[in-house]
Antibody, heavy 120, light 107 residues
């Protein structure tokens, strides 16, 4: 079965960087892209960007351009999201999500989330 | 930037029908998706491509589209359906956008 397992909780100081991993299993990794979505405490879902696991092409939300880098390692079927110059309002749960659709059918494949706390 | 607009909250009694709307200018041209999120959990896809239901999602969940508004309908609401619901679509360049979320309360 498809599984996305994310790395553990992170605590960072303002100005630092964080790199969250998302280990995929149960499907052909390079056939699907991975999106990253975050959720600040008590807030809604915010799409950060997407990466193709096939060729590494990326599409970042405008508000994160220049501060986020998404990568994949096909040898370990792992996706990574690095966010730099952290601020207190980057405190959030960060989720990875596989492209939901295969042909004409779709389903839900999300990681369990990684809490990133930014505090001095 | 492109926005999807949802009501902040909807309340319904058990066994009644809940309707949650989502409005956006690009919805006539882009598919919509609906996610259910319970506290402390990752979102779960309950409707895709406006009206299709993933395997394992109860039949009481349905979706529809009319012009710039899409609607998630939960027929015969159960207590376990109490959750936050998010619509998601894409702008003209294919970038994902989420609505602000609707808290469904089962009275």
């Amino acid at each position: 079965q498809v599984q996305l397992v994310q790395s553990g909780t992170e605590v960072k100081k303002p100005g630092a960087s964080v790199k969250v991993s998302c280990k995929a299993s149960g499907y052909t990794f390079t056939n699907y892209g991975i999106s990253w979505v975050r959720q600040a405490p008590g807030q809604g879902l915010e799409w950060m960007g997407w990466i193709s696991a096939y060729n590494g092409n990326t599409d970042y939300a405008q508000r994160f351009q220049g501060r986020v880098t998404m990568t994949t390692d096909t040898s370990t079927t792992t996706a990574y999201m690095e966010l730099r110059s952290l601020r207190s309002d980057d405190t959030a749960i960060y989720f990875c999500a596989r492209d939901p659709c295969s042909g004409n059918t779709c389903s839900s494949y999300w990681g369990q989330g990684t809490l990133v706390t930014v505090s001095s | 930037s492109y926005e999807l607009t949802q009501p902040p909250s909807v309340s319904v009694s058990p066994r009644q029908t809940a309707r949650i709307t989502c409005s956006g200018d690009a919805l006539p041209r882009q598919y919509s998706y609906w996610y259910q999120q319970k506290p402390g959990q990752a979102p779960i896809l309950v409707i895709y491509k406006d009206s299709e239901r993933p395997s394992g999602i109860p039949e009481r969940f349905s979706g529809s589209s009319s012009g710039t508004t899409v609607t998630l309908t939960i027929s015969g609401v159960q207590a376990e359906d109490e959750a936050d619901y998010y619509c998601q679509s894409a702008d003209s360049s294919g970038t994902w956008v989420f609505g602000g979320g609707t808290k469904l309360t089962v009275l």
